[in-house]
């Protein structure tokens, strides 16, 4: 090992240490999209139009809620997403159908 590498070694350590955190920290930017896709669905009329879809998204919400209070924020992170998608889906067919009320 060069003389620079055993001096910036636990430098490096550390920063490596400090990036793999952030990515398993808790996903409070997807939980953030999930909420707000689902009221925005809900706004454009979804629950008449697609409200298995928009109950489907609601369902992924919870667990990532409760994924997210066990610390399990991989779990959390994916059902977070799922619900999202799902909602933009509710959404779409609400926008499709006509029923969107934008309030």
């Given at each position: 090992?060069?003389?620079?590498?055993?001096?910036?070694?636990?430098?490096?350590?550390?920063?490596?240490?400090?990036?793999?955190?952030?990515?398993?920290?808790?996903?409070?930017?997807?939980?953030?999209?999930?909420?707000?896709?689902?009221?925005a669905?809900?706004?454009?009329?979804?629950?008449?139009?697609?409200?298995?879809?928009?109950?489907?998204?609601?369902?992924?919400?919870?667990?990532?809620?409760?994924?997210?209070?066990r610390?399990?924020?991989?779990?959390?992170?994916?059902?977070?997403?799922?619900?999202?998608?799902?909602?933009?889906?509710?959404?779409?067919?609400?926008?499709?159908?006509?029923?969107?009320h934008?309030?």
């Amino acid at each position: 090992m060069g003389s620079w590498l055993r001096v910036q070694w636990p430098l490096l350590t550390l920063l490596v240490s400090a990036a793999l955190s952030a990515c398993a920290g808790a996903p409070v930017q997807e939980m953030s999209n999930a909420r707000q896709a689902i009221k925005a669905a809900r706004d454009a009329g979804a629950e008449q139009v697609a409200p298995d879809t928009l109950r489907e998204a609601q369902v992924l919400l919870e667990s990532a809620e409760a994924n997210l209070r066990r610390g399990a924020y991989k779990h959390a992170r994916r059902d977070a997403v799922a619900a999202r998608g799902k909602a933009s889906e509710a959404l779409d067919a609400a926008r499709a159908s006509g029923q969107d009320h934008v309030r």
